[in-house]
């Protein structure tokens, strides 16, 4: 025996095995005012981590896990367990997100720049090989000019990676960005203000395995059409069901690509992931 690990025998990886379906829910006024409230109520708790969470920076994998466990710690009273590892992950994924954002638009911005340098090292009209000048003087000027800008950009964007603090905003840029420009976009403050409040609202739980109807925090019974949601600790009070749990009023189906849900109802050694829209 030589101590080394035996090869094994060559195989073909399954394809994904997960579905995501979408639904709308037709809730009555007060189903509606429960979900907004527990929408906003976890939203600002998920905010309030991202906030933490990127004032942190770079973090190695063991300091990511320390993070993640003190934040889901302090944020299980305000909601529950299982809602503040749903927040703790989609901030991780967020600020990951960031991450490889911000760093291809430095490789971006890095190839531009270069691009553009080559460019200008060549006279106008000229050659150097295989790489051309630009057509004219005004062109070249031009061309000088937005090499200035996108290496402030460079900078700027160096300057964040690194100190490991990325730009994340809940909600969306372009959402913010929308602030300052209602007109062109034909919205008014107040429908700005009702798209921007729904866009940061928090109301999401992964499946778990072996956990019937789904998990803990939504469950939703395919064959009896109902849809259960777990409230935080300091919403308690608005619940119809035992455990703290809301109960909507109106029937839940998944009628476009309903097929496919069906088989990966949750059940036992099964996982799922439940995920419902309001409008």
Excluded at 12 to 34: C, E, H, K, N, Y
């Amino acid at each position: 025996m030589s101590g080394l690990r035996a090869i094994a025998a060559p195989f073909v990886a399954a394809a994904p095995g997960g579905a995501r379906v979408r639904t709308r829910l037709r809730v009555s006024p007060q189903d509606a005012a429960v979900l907004r409230r527990t929408g906003s109520h976890l939203g600002s708790l998920a905010g309030r981590d991202l906030s933490v969470r990127v004032r942190e920076g770079r973090l190695d994998a063991a300091a990511q896990a320390v993070s993640r466990r003190e934040r889901k710690r302090e944020l299980t009273p305000l909601s529950s367990s299982r809602w503040a590892g749903s927040i703790t992950r989609a901030t991780e994924d967020q600020v990951r997100l960031a991450e490889r954002n911000l760093a291809a638009e430095r490789a971006s911005l890095r190839q531009r720049v270069k691009a553009i340098e080559a460019r200008l090292a060549v006279p106008a009209g000229g050659r150097a090989g295989r790489v051309r000048g630009y057509a004219s003087q005004a062109e070249r000027y031009g061309k000088q000019a937005q090499l200035q800008a996108l290496k402030a950009r460079l900078r700027r964007v160096e300057l964040k990676t690194g100190t490991g603090r990325v730009p994340v905003v809940r909600g969306g840029k372009r959402m913010l960005h929308t602030r300052q420009h209602l007109a062109a976009a034909g919205l008014t403050h107040e429908e700005w203000r009702q798209r921007w409040e729904a866009s940061r609202l928090f109301l999401t739980a992964d499946g778990e395995k072996d956990k019937h109807l789904g998990n803990e925090t939504i469950r939703w019974h395919p064959d009896e059409g109902w849809l259960e949601v777990r409230l935080p600790a300091p919403l308690a009070r608005l619940a119809n069901r035992t455990h703290g749990r809301y109960r909507l009023s109106c029937p839940v189906t998944f009628s476009y690509r309903g097929g496919e849900r069906l088989p990966r109802r949750p059940g036992p050694a099964r996982s799922a992931t439940t995920s419902a829209t309001t409008r």
